[in-house]
Nanobody
Framework: QVRLVESGGGLVQAGGSLRLSCIAS????????MGWFRQAPGKEREFVAG??????????ADSVKGRFSISRDNAESAVSVYLQMNSLKIEDTATYYC????????????WGQGTQVTVSS
């Protein structure tokens, strides 16, 4: 059974940091692009960051560039992907979803259940 399980969300003050984690299991994700999307209330889901299967390239959305970074660990049993979020802003408040894609990250094959990030003033 394929599972993408996120953790690390929570409540943080503006200017603070959080690190989201996602563990992908149930199939071979070592050759999948992995990434993060987010969705704020009343808004569409948007791309945040993506990373190639071998970490050779990453893409960061302009809205979070310079503040967020993505990394991954391709362990044999499961793949982990991380989103380091620094200098958080109130507008970063959203549900963050882990994603896995067999081709490009924008063509998602699997989604996690989401983890809530709330940034307060």
């Amino acid at each position: 059974q394929v599972r993408l399980v996120e953790s690390g969300g929570g409540l943080v003050q503006a200017g603070g940091s959080l690190r989201l984690s996602c563990i992908a299991s149930g199939r071979t994700f070592g050759n999948y692009a992995m990434g993060w999307f987010r969705q704020a209330p009343g808004k569409e889901r948007e791309f945040v960051a993506g990373i190639m299967w071998d970490s050779s390239r990453s893409i960061i959305a302009d809205s979070v560039k310079g503040r967020f970074s993505i990394s991954r660990d391709n362990a044999e049993s499961a793949v982990s992907v991380y989103l380091q979020m620094n200098s958080l802003k109130i507008e970063d408040t959203a549900t963050y979803y882990c994603a896995a894609a067999g081709t490009i990250i924008f063509d998602v094959d699997y989604w996690g259940q989401g983890t809530q990030v709330t940034v307060s003033s």
